[in-house]
C-alpha cells in the first residue's frame, strides 16, 4: 500500500490523505451507498459464493484488492483512455489482475485456488470493479479512487459474510467449519434448513436486509 | 436434430442462466421496472451472447487450445495458451458491446438513455462471460455452441421480461415503504428461482 500512497500523495497534498472527504469516501459504501444493497452492482457472486462464511471472505478480499487496484490505475491513467474505447481498457487492467490474483493463487495456495478457481474467475465479471470504474474512477484522482475502491470492496465483503454467516448456521448448523448446533438438538428433531442451500435463500437474505436496512435509514427508500 | 431441440428447451427453461446459475442479476434487477426497457435489454443481450460466445469458441480453438497455433508452423504446436482465455473472452465481449452500444445511440437514442449506465455494464454481464466459460468447460463442438448461446440469451430475456411485468404490477399493491423496490424484486426473483427450480429434471 505504500507503493500506492506515494504515487497518490503530491495530488492530495493539499487536503491530506485522511481528511473528512477522503474518509467519506471510504466509509460510505459500507452503508450509505452500499454496492449491492444500494448501487445494486455484484450481486451475481453474492449469491454464488455465499453457501458458507470461509469463501465468502476470500472472495471478499479478492474483490476489495481488484477494485482497488484497477480503480488507482484507471484513475492515474484516465486523462488517456479515449472514451469509445475505455471499456476495453478497463476490461483488460481488470483481467491482467484476476489472472495475476489467479495465477499468485496458485502458485502459493495451491488449495485454496483449487476451490475458488470459478469464483477467482467470476471477479472479472463483478459488475462493483466496471460499476466504479465507469462512475467514480474515471473522473477523480488517483487516491480517492483507490479509496474508494477498498470502501466498495469492504461494503461487499460485510453483505457476503452477512449473508454466509446466515446461509451456514441454518443450512448446515455451523460457522467457519465449526459446528454450533449440538447433537442433543439433532437428536431431539432439529433438521438443517435444505433451502438456504439453494441460491433461492441468498436472494431473501438480501431481500429482507434491504427491508431492514431501509426501515431504519429511511433516506434510502425509493432509490432502488 | 432433437439433440439441438434439446439442448436449446435445457439453456431455455432447466438451466436458465438467471434461475439455476444466477449469472447477470445486476442489469437484470436494475432494468426490470418497466417491460419496455426489460425488452430492450433482453434483445441486446441475446444479441451479444449469439454473437460473441461462437466467437469466442473460434477464438479458443483457433488460438489458445494445446497444439491449436500448429496451423501457423509445426513448431508451435505444442504451446498452451489457455490461460489467456480470460483476458481474450472479456476483449471480444467488449469490442462487441462497444460495437451494440455505438448502433444503439445512432439508430434509437430513447432506448440508449434508458438504459443507461447498464449498456456498458452488458460486458460485465455475468451470463455472457458464463456463457463462453460453460462452453469452455463443457467442450462443445461449434453448432452446439451457436445452440447453447441462443438458449442462454432466451432464458435471459424471458426472465427478464416476466419480472418486468411482475414489478409493473406491483406498482398498484401495498408493499411496505422499505421494502419497495429492489427488497421485493430480490424475493421475488427467490420465488421465481424456487419456481424454475420445478424444471430441472426435464429431458426431451
Sequence with gaps: ?????????????????????????????????????????????????TTQVKPAIIMALGVTVVTAFSSLIIALIRDAIPGRIRMIVQLVIVALLVTLVDQLLKAYMFDVSKKLSVFVGLIITNCIVMGRLEAF???????????DGIGNG?????????????????????????????????????????????PPAALFIIGLFIWWQRSRNPKLVNVS | MEHYASMLIKAIFVENVIFAFFLGMCSYLAVSKKVKTAFGLGVAVIFVMVLTTPLNYLILGYMLKEGALGWIHPSLATVDLTFLAFILFISTIAGAVQLVEMVVEKYTPALYSALGI????????????????????????FSETA???????????????????????????????PLQGLGIAMIITGLMGMAFLSFSGIKL
Design chain 2, 118 to 141: 447498464f449498456l456498458p455494464l452488458i460486458t460485465v454481464n455475468c451470463s455472457i462471460l458464463g456463457a463462453s466459460l460453460f462452453m469452455q468447460e463443457r467442450e462443445y463442438n
Design chain 1, 154 to 198: 469492504l461494503g461487499y465483503g460485510l453483505i457476503l459474510v452477512i449473508v454466509g454467516a446466515v446461509r451456514e448456521f441454518f443450512g448446515s448448523g455451523s460457522l467457519l467449519g465449526f459446528k454450533l448446533i449440538p447433537q442433543w438438538m439433532y437428536d431431539m428433531g432439529y433438521v438443517n434448513n435444505g433451502l438456504m442451500m439453494l
Design chain 2, 147 to 177: 445452440v447453447f448461446s441462443i438458449g442462454s440469451g432466451i432464458g435471459f430475456f424471458i426472465a427478464i421480461v416476466l419480472l418486468a411485468a411482475i414489478r409493473e404490477r406491483l406498482r398498484y399493491s401495498k408493499i411496505p415503504e
Design chain 1, 137 to 147: 474512477a474515471m473522473a477523480q484522482k488517483p487516491w480517492p479512487a483507490f479509496l
Design chain 1, 1 to 49: 500500500m505504500s507503493v500506492e500512497t506515494t504515487i497518490a500523495a503530491p495530488e492530495v497534498k493539499k487536503e491530506g490523505l485522511f481528511s473528512k472527504k477522503n474518509r467519506k469516501v471510504l466509509t460510505d459504501p459500507l452503508d450509505d451507498i452500499n454496492p449491492i444493497t444500494v448501487q445494486i452492482l455484484g450481486v451475481c457472486s453474492a449469491l454464488a459464493v
